[in-house]
């Protein structure tokens, strides 16, 4: 009898070790799939702001179009260049100004529909997913100029001590 409940208690023992094996094979990572930041792509979440609606699209020329609607009605047209060297993204306005954060690391999920921008100098996150810019926001935005009119995180960076 005695052997019989030491037989069971080492097979719990057994079944119960090997299910503490290696868990981080079930939990996802960050996205890491390969992905081109090529393309037109709308911002599903972004951590620092929450009325905000932004739409960019990335030329395989290394130019940029951005259209946002920061706490106004209308949308404003921004414009200028990128460098995307993996995983990392920066850019400058048509006036020359530097985006905001220097720059940014790109990850995108799986199948490259997602992308995700996280700043290399705030913990700033933003997600945008592939989608065409509606053309009523392309024919309707307002122009700006980079100085006159820029997203939240780009304001509070420049008016930042370091800036001012």
Known sequence: MKSIKLLLIGLV???ALTGCGDS???TPGPETGDGSVIGEWHMVSWSSLTAADI????SEAGSF???QRLYTPEYVHLDGTYTFDKPTLSGKYSDN???GSPSYRVSFNADGTRMTLTSTKSDDVTVFAKAAIPAEIISDAVEASPQGRRSEEHTSELQSPDHL
């Open 65 to 67: 179009q951005l259209y």
């Open 97 to 99: 100004t530097p985006w």
């Open 55 to 58: 739409y960019i699209s990335f």
């Open 13 to 15: 023992a057994a079944f």
């Open 24 to 26: 981080s094979k079930d």
